[in-house]
């Protein structure tokens, strides 16, 4: 078993940042991707950042140049730096990874979401 949990999110207003932090645990043997989602209430979770290998990076449109990701492969942690925030962004984010346990299967695995809202 693994778990995602996710810390960081909270209140900010429009121009301010955050930093969202997710750490794995659990049976891990490989960690072959790990992001970030967001669900807005009413709407669908859509991609906001993920590695799609160890250098590979994927970006929303709407997020690019302001926010990053990055991750500390020896913590099995990953990071999203959230600048110039915007109301739109307001959301609850999700962490997601891809993950070979020991039994050598790979599954995918989400945290609980943490909130994220801006304020006009």
């Known amino acids: 078993q693994v778990q995602l949990v996710e810390s960081g999110g909270g209140l900010v207003q429009a121009g301010g940042s955050l930093t969202l932090s997710c750490v794995a645990s659990?049976?891990?043997?490989?960690?072959?991707?790990m992001g970030w989602y967001r669900q807005a209430p009413g709407q669908q979770r859509e991609l906001v950042a993920t590695?799609?290998?160890?250098?590979?990076?994927n970006y929303a449109d709407s997020v690019k140049g302001r926010f990053t990701i990055s991750r500390n492969n020896a913590k099995d942690t990953v990071y999203l730096q959230m600048n110039s925030l915007k109301p739109e962004d307001t959301a609850v984010y999700y962490c997601?990874?891809?993950?070979?346990?020991?039994?050598?299967?790979?599954?995918?695995?989400w945290g609980r979401g943490t909130q994220v809202t801006v304020s006009s």
């Open positions: 659990g049976s891990i043997f490989k960690i072959n991707a």
């Open positions: 997601n990874a891809k993950v070979v346990v020991t039994s050598l299967y790979e599954y995918d695995y």
């Open positions: 590695f799609t290998s160890v250098r590979s990076t």
